[in-house]
C-alpha cells in the first residue's frame, strides 16, 4: 500500500490545516507496526508512544492535540476530524488498534468532560502515553440498548459508595487499568425501560465512577469474540470507592455516556469507511488481475457496475461522516459542551457501518471461492465488520435517534398554532 485513503485529501471543505498535517503522518510506513500485530498489550502501548495517536483523544488544554483556533483553552476540546483521520486510517491498517484506540476514547472522555482537576491529573497524561489503559463499563446482562435500566448499584455509605452488579461485553476489559463505571445512585429497583418511576427517572438515577480495574471487589474475565479484540466481563461485589471517584454530579451519568457517545459514534463510521476502503482497494486489485473469460474480470459490466456501487456508498458515507465531525467541531460552543450533534452522529454511524458491510460482502464475492479462505484480506474485513453496526449503538437504536432528531426540528418548525405533522387538524 502506497497510501491510505483519507477524508481529509478527497473532502477538503470539511477540514482544516492540522487535518493535513495529520493525515501526512498516518503513512502506511508509520502505522507498519501495528497491521497485523496480534498483541493487543503492545498495540495499545504502541499507539502511545511512539505513535503518539492518543492525543487526539486528550484537548490542548490538558496536554492533548490541538482542535482547533480558538479552542486551545477549552478543556473539553477534542477533534473529532482527527478522530476520524486516525479511525480511517486505523480501519485500514489494524481494526484490533482501531478498537482499541475508540475504547481508550470512550473511556476516557467522561474524565475530560466531568471529571475533577485531581481526576484529570491522575488519569490524563497515562492515557497521553499509552501507559494507562481506560475502559467504558455501561452494558450490562439485562441493559444493552436499553441504558436507562442498568442495575448496577451504587451505594452510599459513609463519606465512599459501595459498587454491586455485573458489566458484560466491555472492550479493552482485559488491557484496563481504570473503568468508567456507570451505576445506579437511587434506591429505585429499575424495570424494564426505567425502574418504577418511569424512564425518566430511570435515567436521572445513572452516576458515573471512576474506579480502579484492580480495586478490591473488582474481577474482570475474557470473553472470546469472532475477531481478536480484547473484550470481557466484570463484577463488583463490594467494591469500595470513595466520594472523588464520582465522575461529574449524583445522577449526570446517562447523560455523560450519551455525550461521549455522540463525539464516538461519528468516528465509528469513520473506521468503517477505512475497512470499506481497504476492501475496495483489495477488490479493485483482484478484478483487474484475474482474468476469466479472456479478460480481466474488470472488463465485465457486472464487475463494473459493483465497483461504481461500492465507490459511491463509500463516498456517500465519508460525506456524512465529515459532515457530523465537521458540525461537531464548529458548532457553538456552550460552557465548554460541544452543541448536540446526535442526528448527524447517528446518521453518520448508520448509514457507513451498513454500507461497509455491503461493501465488504461485494469484494468477497469479486473475489470468488479466495474470498472465504482464511487469511484472505477480504475475509478478515468481513469478520471485522460485523461488531460495528452493533457497538455503541445498534443500528437500530440510530434509527430511533435519528427519527426523534427529525421530528423535533419538524416540531420546532411549526409555528405555533400548527397541529404536528402526519396529524389531522
Ligand atoms: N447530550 C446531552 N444530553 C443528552 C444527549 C446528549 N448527546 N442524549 C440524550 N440526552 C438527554 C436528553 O436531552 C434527555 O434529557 P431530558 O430528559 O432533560 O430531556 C435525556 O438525555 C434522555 O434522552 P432521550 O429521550 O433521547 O433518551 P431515550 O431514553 O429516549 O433514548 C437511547 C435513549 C435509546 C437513545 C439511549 O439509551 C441509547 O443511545 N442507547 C444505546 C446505548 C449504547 O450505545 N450502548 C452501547 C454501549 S457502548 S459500546
Known amino acids: 500500500m502506497t497510501k491510505l485513503a483519507l477524508s481529509s485529501a478527497d473532502l477538503p471543505v470539511f477540514f482544516e490545516e492540522r487535518h493535513a498535517a495529520l493525515a501526512a503522518r498516518l503513512t502506511p510506513e508509520a502505522l507498519a507496526p501495528l497491521a497485523g500485530a496480534r498483541d493487543a498489550a503492545d498495540v495499545a502501548r504502541r499507539m502511545g508512544e511512539p505513535l503518539g495517536l492518543y492525543a487526539h483523544l ?19 476540546a477534542i477533534d473529532v476530524r ?12 489494524s481494526p484490533l488498534a482501531d478498537a482499541i484506540f475508540a475504547v481508550q476514547g470512550l473511556g476516557s472522555y467522561p474524565v475530560v468532560l466531568a471529571g475533577s482537576d485531581a481526576q484529570r491529573r491522575e488519569i490524563l497524561p497515562g492515557v497521553l502515553s499509552g501507559r494507562r489503559i481506560g475502559a467504558f463499563a455501561l452494558t450490562e446482562p439485562e441493559a444493552g440498548s436499553d441504558v436507562a435500566s442498568l442495575r448496577t448499584e451504587a451505594r452510599r455509605e459513609g463519606d465512599g459508595w ?3 452488579g ?18 445506579r445512585t437511587s434506591a429505585a429497583a429499575p424495570q424494564r425501560g426505567g425502574d418504577a418511576g418511569g424512564r425518566g427517572a430511570g ?31 466484570l463484577r463488583f461485589e463490594g467494591c469500595r470507592v470513595p466520594d472523588s471517584a464520582r465522575l461529574g454530579e449524583v445522577g449526570g451519568g446517562f447523560k455523560l455516556a450519551m455525550q461521549t457517545l455522540d463525539a464516538f459514534r461519528i468516528s465509528v463510521g469513520a473506521a468503517a469507511n477505512g475497512m470499506a476502503a481497504r476492501a475496495l482497494r483489495e477488490a479493485i486489485a483482484h478484478v483487474t488481475r484475474r482474468r476469466q473469460f479472456g479478460a480481466p474480470l474488470s ?31 464548529t458548532a457553538g460552543e456552550a460552557g465548554g459542551a460541544a452543541a448536540r450533534v446526535s442526528t448527524e452522529a447517528a446518521m453518520a454511524k448508520m448509514f457507513a457501518t451498513e454500507a461497509a458491510q455491503r461493501i465488504i460482502d461485494r469484494a468477497v464475492q469479486l473475489h470468488g471461492g ?25 443500528t437500530e437504536i440510530q434509527k430511533l435517534i435519528i427519527a426523534k432528531g427529525v421530528l423535533e426540528r419538524a416540531a420546532a418548525e411549526l409555528p405555533a398554532d400548527e397541529p404536528p405533522p402526519g396529524r389531522a387538524p
Request: aromatic fraction near 4%.
Open 58 to 76: 486528550i484537548p490542548e488544554a490538558l496536554g492533548g492535540a490541538p482542535a482547533g483556533a480558538g479552542r486551545a483553552a477549552d478543556r473539553a
Open 162 to 164: 459501595v459498587l454491586d
Open 203 to 233: 435515567r436521572a438515577a445513572i452516576t458515573a465512577f471512576l474506579v480502579d480495574s484492580g480495586a478490591p471487589g473488582v474481577s474482570a474475565e475474557p470473553l472470546p469474540m469472532s475477531v481478536p479484540h480484547p473484550i470481557g466481563r
Open 166 to 183: 455485573e458489566k458484560v461485553l466491555i472492550s479493552n476489559v482485559p488491557l484496563a487499568h481504570h473503568l468508567v463505571v456507570f451505576a
Open 370 to 394: 479466495m474470498g472465504v479462505i482464511e487469511g484472505t484480506e477480504v475475509e478478515r474485513l468481513y469478520r471485522e465488520i460485523r461488531p460495528l453496526r452493533i457497538y455503541e449503538g445498534t
Open 299 to 329: 472488463d465485465q459490466q457486472m464487475v463494473r457496475a459493483y465497483l461504481a456501487e461500492m465507490a459511491t456508498e463509500l463516498d456517500a458515507a465519508r460525506l456524512l461522516v465529515a459532515r457530523a465531525a465537521h458540525k461537531r467541531d
Open 82 to 93: 482527527s478522530l476520524v483521520l486516525v479511525r480511517e486510517a486505523l480501519g485500514q491498517v
